[in-house]
């Protein structure tokens, strides 16, 4: 009982860090490290059995990398056409 709290408690954590780094992707120092550990903790929370917050916390951290990816390279596009 007490293992499929802590897998509940890695897929929550995995969740919440998901969010915080969509929702910040534009701070790098915040949202990289957030949807690292996202990433993570959604890996391990889905391995220990809580599945649907685990998802949700990986497929946050990956589209919180893939915003900020989206926006450095919208950014260096605009720097390229400037010159």
């Given at each position: 009982?007490?293992?499929?709290?802590e897998?509940?408690?890695?897929?929550?954590?995995?969740?919440?860090?998901?969010?915080?780094?969509?929702?910040?992707?534009?701070?790098?120092?915040?949202?990289?490290?957030?949807?690292?550990?996202?990433?993570?903790?959604?890996?391990?929370?889905?391995?220990?059995?809580?599945?649907?917050?685990?998802?949700?916390?990986?497929?946050?951290?990956?589209?919180?990398?893939?915003?900020?990816?989206?926006?450095?390279?919208?950014?260096?596009?605009f720097?390229?056409?400037?010159?």
């Open positions: 009982m007490d293992e499929k709290q897998s509940k408690g890695l897929s929550i954590a995995a969740m919440v860090l998901g969010i915080i780094a969509v929702v910040l992707f534009c701070y790098p120092v915040v949202s990289i490290p957030c949807a690292i550990l996202a990433i993570i903790f959604g890996v391990v929370g889905m391995k220990k059995g809580g599945r649907g917050m685990g998802i949700a916390g990986l497929v946050l951290g990956i589209v919180a990398l893939a915003l900020y990816g989206l926006m450095v390279l919208g950014v260096l596009s720097v390229s056409a400037l010159s």
